[in-house]
């Protein structure tokens, strides 16, 4: 079976490639293509998988190449994790939007809407030519914003493309393990988009568990998203939210921290993975140790100045594993061998939340089979996190909507329309600001 890595010379390809080096089974991924526009980062990563292959004597064939078109020909499934505008362009996102005073991540408000404007048109030229050159293919979507670019291509593509997220997943397993439950056998019931969803229960042997954790303050304030939003909201909410509502719930705090901070995310992993990409150019280099190093410290530093702002402390060596990895495999595996599983995935909303449309990416668990992801019937959101949802999800439309017209108007609306953008001068200025540094937004008059 031929896997497709699309962005293949980024940092955490080798976390893909470790988990396919662990499956020996029949139908099992056979030869992995790299494709980046890089020839450096692909040799470098390249480099990374042939150590990390070391000793395995079945170990899917590695090829690289820079040509799209061969790269998709006769893939059986194609998982795209491109970064438009590389970590330069996130970093830019963040200095643009934290100079107007608003939040600058690389999926939440500002810096989320220029990232979707910049990557919605590469994207589609992606899925177009996937459904020319690969029909039969799967597509699984890494790339961020993870739920507006997987709707962006599923215009091309239909069902056949399916966004991951690995943070539903970590807050599944965190909230499992502190109720003593193993979280294979846990139903979590979430709901939302991506970087925008709740879990509202946690059900083990048919009993939701949730409510005990709710009603434990000590329990609820052990585990990252209790440190990081407090008990007192949390019980409020009645809710776990995903760790990504921080910057909803406490976004004055959030965007105080990132200006005062010494470096943004995006500049901290510019230079961090310019420093490993440049060591990678030596032939003599260790390449597995490393990645393996610098990936660690990359882990560790995760939503730091959150973290920070809520007095939560150090990450929990168990979150530091990663795990989109390991949800895209299980993903594969379901629909190329027919294994029957659950996950929570980006897919067509179908008619699973009423408040939205048919074709509106949302994150749910789907059931998972041979022919792919089917989301399951889930109970309404309540207003508070209905109004959340409708109001990014509009924004998305208009995102989606300005890279098919090019309209810059287009794009000021979508600004404006952020609940984390307060004025539409602010919306212009940030329009203004993004076309300036991002050459990848000239299509916008």
Same mark, same amino acid.
């Given at each position: *079976? /031929?896997?497709?890595?699309?962005?293949?010379?980024?940092?955490?390809?080798?976390?893909?490639?470790?988990?396919? $080096?662990?499956?020996?089974?029949?139908?099992?991924?056979?030869?992995?293509?790299?494709?980046?526009?890089?020839?450096?980062?692909?040799?470098?990563?390249?480099?990374?998988?042939?150590?990390?292959?070391?000793?395995?004597?079945?170990?899917?064939?590695?090829?690289?190449?820079?040509?799209?078109?061969?790269?998709?020909?006769?893939?059986?499934?194609?998982?795209?994790?491109?970064?438009?505008?590389?970590?330069?362009?996130?970093?830019?996102?963040?200095?643009?939007?934290?100079?107007?005073?608003?939040?600058?991540?690389?999926?939440?408000?500002?810096?989320?809407?220029? %990232?979707?404007?910049?990557?919605?048109?590469?994207?589609?030229?992606?899925?177009?030519?996937?459904?020319?050159?690969?029909?039969?293919?799967?597509?699984?979507?890494?790339?961020?914003?993870?739920?507006?670019?997987?709707?962006? *291509?599923?215009?091309?593509?239909?069902?056949? =493309?399916?966004?991951?997220?690995?943070?539903?997943?970590?807050?599944?397993?965190?909230?499992?393990?502190?109720?003593?439950?193993?979280?294979?056998?846990?139903?979590?019931? %979430?709901?939302?988009?991506?970087?925008?969803?709740?879990?509202?229960? &946690?059900?083990?042997?048919?009993?939701?568990?949730?409510?005990? &954790?709710?009603?434990?303050?000590?329990?609820?304030?052990?585990?990252?998203?209790? /440190?990081?939003?407090?008990?007192?909201?949390?019980?409020?909410?009645?809710?776990?939210?995903?760790? !990504?509502?921080? !910057?909803?719930?406490?976004?004055?705090?959030?965007?105080?921290?990132?200006?005062?901070?010494? #470096?943004?995310?995006?500049?901290?992993?510019?230079?961090?993975?310019?420093?490993?990409?440049?060591?990678?150019?030596?032939?003599?280099?260790?390449?597995?140790?490393?990645?393996?190093?610098?990936?660690?410290?990359?882990?560790? +530093?995760? *939503?730091?100045?959150?973290?920070?702002?809520?007095?939560?402390?150090?990450?929990?060596?168990?979150?530091?594993?990663?795990?989109?990895? #390991?949800?895209?495999?299980?993903? *594969?595996?379901?629909?190329?061998?027919?294994?029957? +599983?659950?996950?929570?995935?980006?897919?067509?909303?179908?008619?699973?939340?009423?408040?939205?449309?048919?074709?509106?990416?949302?994150?749910?668990?789907?059931?998972?089979?041979?022919?792919?992801?089917?989301? =399951?019937?889930?109970?309404?959101?309540?207003?508070?996190?209905?109004?959340?949802?409708?109001?990014?999800?509009? =924004?998305?439309?208009?995102? $989606?909507?300005?890279?098919?017209?090019?309209?810059?108007?287009?794009?000021? /609306?979508?600004?404006?329309?952020?609940?984390?953008?307060?004025?539409?001068?602010?919306?212009?200025?940030?329009?203004?600001?993004?076309?300036?540094?991002?050459?990848? &937004?000239? %299509?916008?008059?």
């Amino acid at each position: *079976m /031929k896997l497709t890595i699309l962005g293949g010379g980024g940092f955490r390809v080798p976390l893909v490639y470790g988990a396919l $080096l662990q499956d020996h089974a029949e139908g099992r991924v056979t030869h992995v293509v790299l494709h980046d526009l890089d020839p450096a980062r692909l040799s470098a990563v390249t480099r990374v998988l042939a150590e990390q292959a070391a000793g395995v004597p079945d170990a899917p064939e590695v090829s690289a190449t820079t040509d799209l078109d061969e790269a998709l020909r006769g893939a059986d499934f194609v998982f795209s994790a491109i970064r438009v505008g590389g970590l330069e362009g996130r970093a830019n996102d963040e200095r643009v939007a934290l100079a107007e005073g608003v939040l600058g991540q690389e999926t939440v408000g500002a810096g989320g809407i220029a %990232y979707g404007l910049r990557t919605v048109p590469v994207a589609v030229d992606i899925a177009r030519r996937v459904a020319r050159l690969a029909p039969d293919a799967w597509v699984i979507n890494f790339t961020n914003p993870a739920g507006l670019v997987t709707e962006a *291509m599923s215009r091309h593509l239909g069902d056949r =493309v399916i966004g991951i997220c690995d943070s539903p997943v970590g807050l599944g397993r965190r909230i499992a393990r502190v109720l003593g439950a193993n979280p294979k056998e846990a139903w979590i019931d %979430y709901v939302g988009l991506n970087h925008l969803g709740w879990v509202r229960g &946690l059900r083990v042997a048919g009993r939701d568990e949730l409510p005990r &954790l709710l009603a434990d303050p000590d329990l609820l304030g052990s585990f990252e998203e209790g /440190k990081l939003f407090g008990v007192d909201w949390l019980r409020s909410l009645g809710a776990i939210p995903n760790e !990504y509502l921080h !910057y909803y719930y406490f976004n004055r705090e959030a965007v105080r921290a990132y200006q005062q901070a010494e #470096k943004t995310r995006g500049a901290f992993l510019h230079d961090q993975q310019a420093r490993f990409y440049a060591e990678m150019g030596n032939p003599d280099a260790p390449a597995w140790k490393v990645w393996e190093q610098t990936r660690a410290e990359r882990e560790a +530093t995760y *939503m730091a100045e959150n973290r920070e702002t809520a007095g939560a402390g150090e990450r929990d060596e168990d979150d530091l594993s990663g795990g989109y990895e #390991k949800v895209a495999l299980a993903l *594969m595996r379901a629909i190329a061998r027919d294994e029957r +599983t659950t996950l929570i995935l980006n897919v067509r909303n179908q008619r699973t939340l009423s408040v939205l449309d048919t074709d509106a990416v949302i994150e749910v668990p789907c059931l998972v089979d041979a022919n792919g992801a089917h989301p =399951v019937t889930v109970d309404p959101l309540p207003d508070h996190a209905t109004g959340l949802v409708c109001a990014v999800k509009a =924004v998305e439309r208009e995102v $989606l909507a300005a890279a098919d017209s090019g309209s810059r108007a287009t794009a000021v /609306k979508a600004f404006a329309l952020h609940p984390l953008v307060d004025s539409v001068n602010v919306a212009r200025r940030l329009v203004e600001g993004y076309t300036d540094v991002h050459p990848g &937004l000239a %299509y916008l008059r």
